[in-house]
């Protein structure tokens, strides 16, 4: 079967760094995307990965390993805003999106 | 302002009624999802459409139907509603289709009781 596995809930200090890790068994790979949701309100979309490597945006990058069905999106500076659950989701040889529980981020100042 | 609308926002439902959720979309996406949230899981895809005049089923489809008459509407029915559809749907759009990014609106909270 499918699966994406990601943390269910971490906790980081305002100002610091976190990384909250994707693993995912999915048939075939099209592409893997994160997605920040705050609580109450629609998923927005952060960030898009199809090769191996890092994609920087800002204070948010997210890191690829197609070999390892392996990805982690890296927030910089944490600010009180960022408190917000993070998606993981993976499109599928049919292109359709298979999509992880979320990993809740509680920053705490 | 451009983006994705979707009425009701919240919605009681007595169990056994019918209730169409609406989806508009002003951004002329070519794609169109719907989506449940259920604590705990992930996005669920009920049913989506490529392009106006086709629609296809996901992963959750059943009990729920969908029609994609033209380019800006998508709307879900559930035609006889069961306590299990309690859940929070999201419409989500996408300009190319499967292979572009996915933008959401803003959800809809039912409750069949």
């Known amino acids: 079967g499918q699966n994406i596995d990601q943390p269910t809930e971490m906790t980081a200090t305002e100002g610091a760094i976190v990384q909250i890790n994707c693993t995912y068994q999915t048939s075939g790979f099209n592409g893997l995307f994160w997605y920040q949701q705050h609580a109450g309100e629609a998923p927005t979309f952060l960030s898009y990965n199809v090769l191996d490597g890092l994609e920087e945006k800002g204070r948010f990058s997210s890191f690829l390993s197609r070999s390892k069905g392996y990805s982690y999106l890296l927030l910089k500076e944490l600010q009180m805003k960022d408190s917000a659950s993070y998606l993981c989701?993976?499109?599928?040889?049919?292109?359709?999106?298979?999509w992880g529980a979320g990993t809740k981020l509680i920053i705490k100042p | 302002i451009a983006g994705i609308t979707q009425a009701p926002t919240s919605q009681i439902l007595a169990a056994g009624r019918r209730m169409t959720l609406r989806c508009t979309q002003d951004m002329r996406h070519n794609a169109m999802y719907w989506y449940r949230q259920d604590l705990g899981l992930g996005l669920r895809l009920i049913h989506y459409s490529n392009t106006a005049g086709t629609t296809g089923k996901g992963e959750v489809p059943d009990g729920y139907s969908v029609s994609r008459a033209n380019t800006d509407d998508f709307p879900l029915t559930l035609a006889s509603a069961v306590p299990s559809q309690t859940s929070v749907y999201f419409c989500a759009s996408s300009a190319a289709g499967a292979t572009d990014t996915q933008y959401f609106g803003p959800g809809t909270r039912l409750t069949v009781l």
């Open positions: 989701a993976v499109q599928d040889s049919n292109y359709q999106l298979i």
